[in-house]
């Protein structure tokens, strides 16, 4: 999650209302002025109009003081499905009422200071814009990589930080900060593509009961319109409070609609209509994606068990050994998919499997050009059947002692430990008098405790 200057802008707070971001308040707003256009009246209709009036001021100006870009540009995307469904005659009759909500609008942003946000100048500075996209860069990059079951719920942010995000910086992200985006990476296009479909196919439902004069299936129509484009730009999904708004409208276009309307045909077309705008936009981000990465020397591939694998260059050459790498947070931070890029710029070439590191036994048949590097805790997993079968095993940095008894191990020429200069653990001397017994070889990374980033990459050359 993308937190904004903690919520100031400009020395002035950003009102969340109560929510978690002042993005969540923003699009909260939006979604219920857009159904407040739906109030009508004939007998009353100036008291009505009155009151409602000051009802959208006070919230225009709330949504204002959110300063959330994205919340406003929702805003006006509803206004546009508002009024281009409710037909020329309808709005000759209200077009000085929405010219005096237009008004009303403008000098709340302006007088807030909103517009300020929208300078060429503050876009260009602002990191939460340049932030955004390059993690949506990132996110296209990850659909491509795995586009029909993604990466996994709630992988999306570590997964970019780990694998796309620009090696120097540090930001955290927990989604992709794009509902569109969040779906598409962490479940695939399969599920994101049902998802527009029906999106698609109640928009379509309000639009032509907004079309035959049906005001409130219109103002529902556009209130799931803002909903669907504050999506763009946070995401919201995520926040069950928000989808309190967006499932009263949609109910009540369902409700709304007229009987018969959507019968037999009728009904076969919509859903026709919203699968193949559906199936295209699908099929625009996965493209996107496959042209994207190949700015990469490397391609990946994540597996359904949360294995990541890495071939970089000529990696298919016999000659070149195959990497398992089973990370530890305490060794290579909560990143340990930045330093496997950079040990692979060192390399050129290399095929390398970054393990979750979970209670899954080391299962791997061919050990024959396989090098295995337990980090840190995993140095537990020594005593596991087969694993000294490997033709290089690393010990980086353990930090769990050494196996009690060495009856059952022979000369272990293949196996190296690397040990921190900085004894945090009080271990290196245990583990030193354990390489000793097993001919095992030792290393030191100099200058370096637990963490051996300081000292990365090239301790492993």
């Known amino acids: 999650m993308i937190l904004e200057n903690d919520f100031f802008f400009n020395g002035t707070q950003r009102w969340d209302l109560g929510w978690a971001t002042p993005n969540y308040a923003g699009a909260f707003l939006a979604t219920i002025i857009c159904l407040i256009w739906a109030v009508r009246g004939k007998k009353y209709y100036y008291y009505i109009f009155s009151a409602t009036l000051v009802i959208e001021s006070l919230l225009y100006f709330s949504l204002a003081k959110t300063y959330s870009r994205g919340s406003l540009i929702a805003l006006f995307a509803g ?3 508002f009024i281009t469904s409710s037909g020329q005659k309808t709005m000759r009759r209200s077009w000085r009422l ?22 060429a100048s503050h876009l260009t500075s602002d990191a939460s814009v340049t932030n955004r996209l390059d993690l949506w860069r990132g996110g296209v990059e990850m659909i491509a990589s795995a586009p029909l079951f993604g990466w996994g ?3 999306s942010g570590r997964a970019y930080m780990n694998w796309y995000q620009d090696l120097e910086q540090a930001e955290n992200y927990s989604t992709m900060v794009n509902t569109y985006l969040h779906v598409s990476v962490e479940y695939g296009l399969i599920l994101f593509t049902g998802t527009l479909i029906g999106l698609f196919a109640i928009l379509m439902m309000a639009w032509h009961s907004a079309r035959l004069g049906d005001a409130l299936a219109g ?46 045909i009728r009904l076969i077309k919509l859903m026709a209509a919203s699968a193949c705008v559906a199936v295209v936009l699908s099929g625009m981000l996965y493209i996107s994606g496959i042209v994207s990465a190949k700015r990469y020397a490397w391609t990946l591939h994540p597996h359904r068990d949360g294995t990541i694998e ?23 931070g909560l990143t340990p998919g930045k330093e496997v890029r950079r040990w692979v710029a060192e390399m050129g070439a290399g095929h390398f499997y970054l393990h979750r590191g979970g209670s899954d036994k080391i299962m791997i048949k061919d050990t024959s050009n396989c090098a295995v590097m337990l980090c840190g805790r995993h140095s537990e997993r020594l005593v596991e059947p087969g694993v000294l079968n490997f033709q290089t095993l690393w010990l980086l940095h353990p930090s769990t002692p050494p196996p009690a008894s060495t009856a059952a ?5 293949n196996v190296t430990v690397v040990l921190p200069e900085i ?26 405790g637990l963490d051996v980033r300081s000292a990365w990459p090239a301790i492993a050359f």
């Open 79 to 81: 206004a546009l499905f």
């Open 409 to 413: 191990f022979e000369v272990l020429p």
């Open 310 to 332: 890495l071939i970089s260059g000529a990696a298919d050459d016999k000659s070149v050994p195959v990497w398992r790498l089973w990370p530890d947070s305490d060794v290579f």
């Open 153 to 155: 719920s709630g992988e």
């Open 423 to 448: 004894d945090e653990t009080g271990l290196n001397l245990a583990w030193r008098s354990w390489a000793k017994r097993t001919n095992a070889r030792v290393i030191e990374t100099p200058d370096s």
């Open 219 to 264: 103002a529902a129509g556009a209130s799931i319109v803002a909903w669907a484009v504050a999506n763009i730009f946070t995401t919201l999904w995520i926040e069950s409070g928000l989808w309190v708004i967006p499932s009263i409208s949609t109910m009540l276009v369902i409700l709304r609609a007229r009987k018969g309307q959507y019968q037999s």
């Open 98 to 119: 929405w010219a005096i909500r237009f008004i009303i609008l403008i000098t709340c942003v302006a007088g807030t200071g909103l517009f300020n946000r929208f300078e």
